[in-house]
């Protein structure tokens, strides 16, 4: 038996898992059988519009194109992604669920993250990657721990809400994960960005202090790393 079909049955066990989550999914839960999503509503509410469920079809519950990544990751060079989310699938609004397909180049990290709004479950389908998330040190509050390991195909890796992440492919091959989020809307906080983003212009001698590192030089240092962004 081929690596690939030892696989799927992993896989089929970790969606139906994941589907028992719509019990305790962080979003609010639903008030009626669906709540198919209308993306041309001028409402603003907490998820989506519905749209008339006279209207609704089987087409709003589905999609497909998760056996490749088909987009370029905006955030991490050499990554690719194929998203099932309510974008793609209406259906899914108000129902606590969000989909990705990532393929993973040689060496290609993920950089630290969060997701403020869901907990989230990583499904490696091919390859080896090192994935962790820091936490408060339980036995120290004034610390921190990093919980990190090397995983690899048939893994599962679950990182809690909220707390910063990251990974990075150091197999040879193409690393590929299926992620599911316990959110229609997980978020995506990326920590370089938020820090020395451009958009964001925290002041260059703020950021030195809190690195600690406030001299001129290093001020410059900041300045620098800011120009990548």
């Known amino acids: ?43 603003f509410v907490n998820g989506m519009a ?5 209207l609704v079809t089987v087409n ?13 990751e905006p955030s991490i060079s050499g990554a690719m992604y194929s998203r099932a989310s309510v974008a793609e699938i209406p259906g899914l ?13 040689p060496g290609i990290v993920t950089q630290p993250h969060t997701h403020p709004r869901a907990t989230e479950m990583v499904f490696l389908l091919q390859g080896n990657m090192y994935f962790g998330f820091v936490a408060v040190d339980p036995s120290d509050p004034t610390k921190n721990r990093i ?19 990251f990974g990075q492919n150091i197999g040879n091959d193409t690393a590929i994960t299926i992620t599911v989020w316990n959110s229609q809307n ?18 260059d001698d703020l950021l030195a202090k809190s690195f600690r590192v406030d001299n001129d030089l290093d001020v410059k240092v900041i300045t620098q790393i800011k120009s990548h962004f």
Do not use: W
């Open 147 to 165: 919980y990190a390991k090397e995983y690899k195909t048939g893994d599962v890796f679950v990182i809690p809400q909220g707390l910063v992440h």
């Open 50 to 54: 519905c749209k008339d469920p006279k």
């Open 1 to 43: 038996m081929d690596s690939h079909s030892t696989t799927i049955p992993t896989f089929v066990l970790f969606i139906i898992v994941f589907a028992f989550s719509f019990a305790c999914a962080y979003d609010p839960s639903p008030v009626q059988d669906f709540c198919v999503a209308n993306p041309k509503a001028n409402v």
């Open 93 to 105: 609004n108000t129902l606590g669920l969000t989909m990705i397909r990532n393929e993973f180049q």
């Open 186 to 203: 997980p978020g995506f906080n990326y920590v370089p960005q938020q820090l020395f983003g451009n958009d964001t212009a925290i002041p």
């Open 60 to 72: 709003d519950f589905s999609t497909s194109g998760l056996d490749k990544a088909l987009k370029q």
